[in-house]
C-alpha cells in the first residue's frame, strides 16, 4: 500500500510523462477508485448543462464525495425547471410556475460548488483537457477538467419547412419558451392554435390551450395520437376524449408550410390549409451533441454512446441524460429515450463512478404517463406496435373491466394489455388506462421487465383485494391468466 502511494504521487509529480502508464496501470485498479473515495485523490469534475441529469450528478459528487472539485456550467438564466408542468401553468389548472424549479444556484455555490450560469461552453479541447466558455457579457475563459460530465440534454426537433422562421410560431423545451406560448395564449387576437406532434408535449399543451379557451387544431403523421407510446387498443381511447373536448384532431396529416407576412396566419398540410394565430411545434427531441460528436463514437441519433457506467468512448468524459443513449431492458440493447426520469438516474450514476465507488446502470423501461382532461394512461417498456417496428416478436394480452366490484359507487373501466416476447415469453411491455389513477400499477411492470420476469410467473403472482381498490379476480392477474 505504501509503496503503491508513493508511486502513485510520484506519477502525479510527473504526469505528462507517465500518462499512458498511469493510464492503463493505475485509473482501473481497485486501489485508484478507493484513493478517490477517500479523497487521498482530488478530482475536478466539469459538468456542461445544470438541468435534471447534471444537478443529479453534481449533487451526488458533492453529498457523497466530499473533497472533489465540482464545476457547474450552464448556457440557461435558470436551472431545475420541471417542463412537465408547462402545460399545468399554461393552462392554469396550476397558479403559477414559481414551484417548478427545485433548486438554483446558491444552493450549489453553498456546497462548494463553483457554477457558471449564463455561461455557454463554446468548445472542448479533449486532447488537453479543457473546456472552453464564453459569459453572456461576451468575457470567455476555460476550465480544465480531470473527469468531463456532458448533460447537454437534447433539442426539440424543427421541421424544415416554408415559413418556419415566422413570428407567432413555438416550441416548448425552456421555461422562457413556455413563457411565450403563455403570453401568446394570454392575446385576445390569438384565437387558433395549431399544435404540431401529438406526442407527449403536443397533446398536454393541447388540453392547456383548450382550457384557456382557444380553437385547437392537433395534427400529426400518424393515425393517432400518442403512437410512439401505446397501442391503438388505448390511442383511439384518448383520440376520442379530446374530440370530446373539442380538441380537432388531424392525424395521418403532415404540416408542409407556414404562410404569412411576419407573423404566421395559415398552415399548409398534405391535405388542406388552416388560417391560424399561433403554431406550437412539439415533434419530438434530438440529443445535443454538439460539443463532442466530431470525438466521441455516437448511438444511431447522434446521442453520445456510453456504456452501463455512463461513459464514453474516451473514458475521461462521461454522458447523461437526454445527450446519451440509454440501456432498453425491454430490447436488450441500446436505445434513445428522452425522460427526466432517466436524466436523474443517469446523473447518479456516472458520478458514483467518478467518485470511485463502480455502479452500473440497471436499464430502463422508459416508464412514462399522461393525463389529458382526467383521463390517465401509463405505459412501460414496449408496446406491440414498437415492438414490431424493432423486429422483436411479441404476443400480447387484454383484459378490461370495472376497477373495484360491481356494489361500490364509485368506479371506472380500467384496461390493460400486457406485451411479451414469443420465444421466451418474458413480459417486455405494458399499458394501463383509466379515469381512475391506476398508475402505480405499472412500476411492477417496470421490475418485470428489468428482471425478465415471464407473463407465466404473473399468473398466479400474490396481489390484494380489498374493494376500495380492485375486485378479488384483480385485473392483472386476469389479463395475465388470460395470456396464450
Ligand atoms: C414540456 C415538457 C414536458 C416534459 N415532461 C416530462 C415528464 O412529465 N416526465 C419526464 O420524465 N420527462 C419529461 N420531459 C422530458 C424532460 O424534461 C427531459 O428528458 C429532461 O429535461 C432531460 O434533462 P437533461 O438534464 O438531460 O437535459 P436538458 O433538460 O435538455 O438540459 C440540458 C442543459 O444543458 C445546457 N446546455 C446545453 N448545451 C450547453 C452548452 N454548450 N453550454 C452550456 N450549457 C449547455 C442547457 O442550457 C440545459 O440547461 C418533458 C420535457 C418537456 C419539454
Ligand atoms: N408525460 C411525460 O412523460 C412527458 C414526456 N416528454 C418527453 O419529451 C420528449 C419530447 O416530447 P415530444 O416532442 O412530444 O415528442 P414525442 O416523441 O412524444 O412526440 C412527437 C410526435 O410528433 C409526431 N411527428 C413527428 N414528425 C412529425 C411531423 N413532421 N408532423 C407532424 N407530426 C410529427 C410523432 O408521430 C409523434 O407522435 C419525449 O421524449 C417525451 O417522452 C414530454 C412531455 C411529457
Redesign the pocket.
Known sequence: MIFLSIFHKFLLHFPHFFYIIKKITIENSYYYLYQIRKGVIQLKTVI???????IAAANTLLDTYKDQEVVM????TN?SYL??G?ALWVGRQIESYENLFYTNEKAFAEKGAKIHME???TEVDFQNKVVCCEKANGSKFQESYDKLIL????LPISPKIDGHDLDGIHF??LFQEGQAVDAELSKEEVQTVAVIGAG??GVEIAEAAKRRGKNVLLFDVESTSLASYYDEWFSKDMDENLKKHEIDLHLGERATAYLGEERVQTLVTDKGSYAVDLVINAIGFLP?N??GKDHLKLFKNGAYLVDRHQQTSDPDVYA????ANVYSNALQQPAYI????N?VRSGIVAAHNIGGTPLESIGVQGSNGISIFGYHMVSTGLSVKAAEKFGLSVKYTDFEDLQRPGFMTHNANVKIRIVYETSSRRVVGAQMASFEDISMGIHMFSLAIEEGVTIDKLKLLDIFFLPHFNQPYNYITMAALSAE
Open positions: 456542461i448543462g445544470t438541468n435534471h441529469a447534471g456550467i450552464d448556457r440557461n436551472l417542463g412537465c408547462t455561461t455557454s461552453v448533460a447537454t440534454g437534447s416548448l423545451k407527449y408535449i445535443n454538439a460539443l447523461i441524460g437526454d445527450c428522452a425522460l427526466a426520469t436524466a
